[in-house]
């Protein structure tokens, strides 16, 4: 097999603790990286400095961007033939770069892969552990044949990167670049493939503000904005159709309960969705029940159910805005 170089880009703003550890990672990888390139997205915690003391190619830039700005001029420093994209919070598995590199040398027509966070989130508070395993479990159970890229752990021939301008840059802040730059991949007829073994480790704690905040400005209405413009609506990853059907029965969950306080027969309506929006997510309590427990699965289901709320929100909004916002 011909001989594949390997530069991983991580752009960092304020790392702290974490990018000290994702860094630390790298050292323990079985297949180290011909090159690691950081950069300093304008951060003011010494960031840069801890980058140097680990021997990596630092780039420091003035003001933030936000991480696809960043990781474009990483992508065009690095030299490897293959660029690993990988956030500051997260730690690869000693076998990552490994079986990157081996899924690269066997398949030539390969333009990009992605990986999978792995079953034991880094942060052991509650909304870390539901948010990061139920990222896990989303990949775990998705199609190989993949339709967006990752930036946390994703892989990229360089000369298809460059090739199609990189991440677009009018995303300012952690959003969906990656899986904008996907659609534009697929578009353009290159094969991108989800690899379940190739897995790193999140570090993030999530508290309910930043979930909430980020899963809805950063991610439902960007993406929902993105799906229309393009007309893209793959049945994979958080689009697949039970993740839909349950967008569509937590809005029946509400208003038959609304509806139920003026008319009481329709309780029974009200108990039938939810034991349906029970049945068709059993895979999903399921995996949470073997990974820790029924009563952290039993606070897992309002969490869970509310996600399908504001990302079905999410969408009808931006759906609304498109088509009728120059009459609101």
């Not at 895979?283 to 009563?295: E, I, S, T």
Request: aromatic share 14%; glycine share 8%.
């Amino acid at each position: 097999m011909s001989t594949i170089n390997i530069s991983i880009v991580i752009p960092v703003y304020n790392g702290g603790g974490a990018f000290y550890a994702c860094l630390g990672s790298i050292g323990h990888s079985a297949r180290p990286p011909d090159e690691i390139v950081v950069v300093s997205d304008g951060d003011t915690d010494g960031s840069w400095q801890v980058a140097e003391e680990f021997g990596t190619k630092v780039l420091r830039l003035g003001s933030s961007g936000g991480p696809a700005r960043a990781r474009n001029i990483g992508a065009k420093a690095a030299q490897g033939d293959v660029i690993f994209f990988m956030d500051a919070d997260v730690t690869l598995h000693p076998d990552t770069l490994s079986l990157v590199e081996q899924r690269f040398q066997e398949q030539p027509e390969l333009a990009a892969l992605i990986g999978s966070y792995d079953d034991a989130p880094g942060a052991e508070n509650f909304l870390s552990q539901y948010k990061n395993l139920f990222h896990h479990y989303t990949h775990q159970t998705s199609a190989e044949i993949a339709s967006t890229f990752w930036g946390a752990c994703g892989a990229i021939r360089r000369s298809v990167f460059l090739a199609i301008e990189g991440f677009d840059e009018t995303y300012t802040q952690p959003c969906i670049e990656d899986i904008e730059l996907g659609y534009r991949l697929k578009r353009m007829g290159y094969e991108i493939r989800l690899y379940k073994d190739i897995q790193v480790k999140h570090l993030k704690r999530w508290e309910a503000r930043s979930l909430l905040k980020a899963d809805i400005f950063y991610r439902a209405i960007p993406w929902a904005t993105l799906l229309i413009r393009e007309q893209r609506f793959d049945a994979d990853l958080n689009l697949n159709y039970t993740n839909r059907l349950s967008v569509l029965g937590v809005f029946a969950l509400i208003v038959t309960a609304l509806a139920g306080c003026f008319f009481a027969w329709i309780w029974w309506l009200t108990a039938a969705t939810a034991l349906g929006l029970l049945l068709i997510n059993f895979n999903v309590y399921r995996f949470f029940c073997a990974k820790r427990g029924g009563l952290f699965t039993l606070r897992v289901i309002p969490w869970h159910w509310l996600y399908f709320f504001y990302g079905g929100s999410a969408f009808v909004w931006v759906l609304m805005q498109h088509y009728f916002g120059r009459f609101l």
